[in-house]
């Protein structure tokens, strides 16, 4: 699975979080809500930082906090064949389970648009010169395609601002 590019985008994007969600914003054949604070990072930006093909959006908070931003990353890949948004999931956490300084915090099933999955919560340092961060993913499926949905803060995090990151990836629908 290719939960790398997700991992390494939230360093190349460089921010404070604010807000519930405010607006619906789609990412492929994904629908989410955003705080007002947030922006899609432009596509010819994303391909500009060498962002891989399989990110089909990306979300940032407008200002910066401490030198990087707050973010939301979507992806998509092929699957081999169909399988449940849970089992894809499990599949993900398992890779993201090889990144450097990775610890998990907590795996919480839960329902995101009337589809179970697994909200993953953990701490890695994919990229050695910059601090280890706090991811927050989720994993849906549609036919032949799977979707990631990461979404990263700062290492340290008020609850507030967790709970807000957290209301925003689970806002995600699949059309």
Sequence with gaps: MRLFGPILLTFLLTSCFGGSCSESVSA?????CIGSDWEQVPEETLREEGVP???????QLKEQRAGQRDNIVVTEENLPSPVSSKLYADVNLQA??????????????VEVGGTETILHIFTAKPVP???????????????MKGYVVTGT????????????????????KLK
């Design 28 to 32: 492929g054949p994904i629908s989410m």
């Design 53 to 59: 093909e399989e990110t089909l959006a990306a979300f």
């Design 96 to 109: 993201v389970g090889a990144t450097e300084e990775y610890t998990i915090i907590e795996n919480r099933e």
């Design 129 to 143: 010169d910059l601090p280890a961060r706090r991811f927050y993913q989720i994993s849906l499926t549609k036919g």
């Design 153 to 172: 803060l700062p290492f340290t995090v008020d609850k507030v601002i967790e709970d807000g990151l957290i209301e925003m990836i689970m806002s995600g």
